[in-house]
T-cell receptor, first 109, second 113 residues
């Protein structure tokens, strides 16, 4: 069975500080990993996916198959990054997403 | 405009009532999903559909049922609501053809009293 774990429920950082959200997964096959974000009063939306290897809004995430991790990082957090972040997994070419418990990020001025 | 819509946004209803949560998408997606989310908790897949007349139960057991008579419409029904059904319900869709991105609706927050 596939499982996604986000160990931090809340991350509070100051503006300009680095932020790293941890995500660990368990899956025996070849997974696709995603980060979804939900800003206040907005719907859940895709932030980035590992296969794109892109930086979105300054965020990057590297898939580490050896450590089964997909941590999300941003070197300089901004106040507008305050949101709920969810790590998610699906099997390759699949579509059913398994979500982690989410991490709330609060960026203080 | 292509989008995914959920109605109602909020619903407070008495125990024993039958309710239907609506979800429609104008994105032309074949695949649709229902997730349940308690406050501050993870999202759990309760139903999914890969096309018309195709419905499957998700990872989390749910007393709700779904139907997929039209591609764009994926309603969720509770025959007899109970306080334990109080939760947020999120509908999502994806095209599944080369892209695994799921698009979510605004959600329905259900409270059963």
């Amino acid at each position: 069975a596939q499982r996604v774990t986000q160990p931090e429920k809340l991350l509070s950082v100051f503006k300009g500080a680095p932020v790293e959200l941890k995500c660990n997964y368990s899956y025996s096959g070849s997974p696709e990993l995603f980060w979804y974000v939900q800003y206040s009063r907005q719907r859940l939306q895709l932030l980035l996916r590992h296969i794109s290897r892109e930086s979105i809004k300054g965020f990057t995430a590297d898939l580490n198959k050896g450590e089964t991790s997909f941590h999300l990082k941003k070197p300089f957090a901004q106040e507008e990054d305050s949101a709920m972040y969810y790590c998610a997994l699906t099997r390759a070419a699949g579509n059913k997403l398994t979500f982690g418990g989410g991490t709330r990020v609060l960026v203080k001025p | 405009e292509a989008d995914i819509y959920q109605t109602p946004r909020y619903l407070v209803i008495g125990t024993g009532k039958k309710i239907t949560l609506e979800c429609s998408q104008t994105m032309g997606h074949d695949k649709m999903y229902w997730y349940q989310q308690d406050p501050g908790m993870e999202l759990h897949l309760i139903h999914y559909s890969y096309g018309v007349n195709s419905t499957e139960k998700g990872d989390l057991s749910s007393e709700s049922t779904v139907s997929r008579i039209r591609t764009e419409h994926f309603p969720l029904t509770l025959e007899s609501a109970r306080p334990s059904h109080t939760s947020q319900y999120l509908c999502a869709s994806s095209d599944g053809r080369g892209s695994t991105e799921a698009f979510f609706g605004q959600g329905t927050r259900l409270t059963v009293v």
